[in-house]
C-alpha cells in the first residue's frame, strides 16, 4: 500500500474516534444540562402553583365585583351622557337669549342715541336759531338807536373796559 494513503486512513480513524469523544461529552453535558432543568422547572412549578392557585380565586371571586363594577360603569356613563346633553342644551339657549339681550340692549342705545340726536337738532333750530336772531335784532336796534341819539358807537368812556361784544355775551 501506498505510505500517503496509510496516512490519510490514519488521520481519518484518529478523526473519528476525536468526533466519538466530543459526540460523547455533548452527550453528557446535556444529560446534565437536562437534569438541572428539570430540576429548576420542578422548583419554578412548586413556587409558581400556589400563587396561580390563589390568583385563580381571587379572579373567581372578584369576577361576580367586576361584571357589577362594569355594570355600575355602563350606567353612570350613559347618565352622564344625559346630564352633559342637557347641560348642553341649557347653555346654547342661555347663550341665544343672552344674544337677544345684547341686540335689544344696542337697539335701545341706537334708538335713545338718535332721538337724542334728533332733540338737539331741533332744540338747535327752534330755540338757538331764533335767540340768533333776536339778539341780531336788539344789536341792530341798539344801534340804530344809539345812532339816531347822537350817541357814537366807538366813544367809550375811560372806566368803561368791557367791549359791546362782550356785554351781550353777559
Known amino acids: 500500500m501506498d505510505p500517503v494513503l496509510k496516512i490519510f486512513i490514519y488521520a481519518t480513524a484518529v478523526a473519528v474516534i476525536l468526533q466519538m469523544f466530543i459526540l460523547l461529552g455533548l452527550a453528557i453535558s446535556v444529560r446534565k444540562t437536562s437534569a438541572k432543568l428539570t430540576k ?52 346654547n339657549d342661555v347663550v341665544d ?13 341706537t334708538r335713545t342715541l338718535d332721538r337724542v340726536e334728533q332733540t338737539g337738532e331741533l332744540v ?4 338757538v336759531s331764533p335767540v340768533r336772531q333776536i339778539t341780531g335784532i336788539m344789536q341792530g336796534l341798539s344801534v340804530g338807536i344809539s345812532s339816531f341819539l347822537g350817541k357814537s358807537r366807538n366813544r367809550r368812556r375811560p372806566n368803561q373796559r368791557v367791549t359791546q361784544d362782550e356785554e351781550l355775551f353777559i
Open 97 to 109: 337669549r343672552a344674544r337677544l339681550q345684547v341686540i335689544r340692549a344696542d337697539d335701545i342705545v
Open 40 to 91: 429548576l422547572t420542578e422548583e419554578v412549578h412548586g413556587r409558581a402553583m400556589p400563587i396561580l392557585s390563589a390568583a385563580e380565586g381571587i379572579l373567581a371571586d372578584s369576577r361576580g365585583k367586576l361584571d357589577t363594577v362594569m355594570t355600575n360603569l355602563v350606567a353612570v356613563t350613559g347618565t352622564l351622557k344625559t346630564q352633559m346633553d342637557r347641560v348642553d342644551a341649557t347653555v
Open 124 to 127: 338747535e333750530h327752534t330755540v
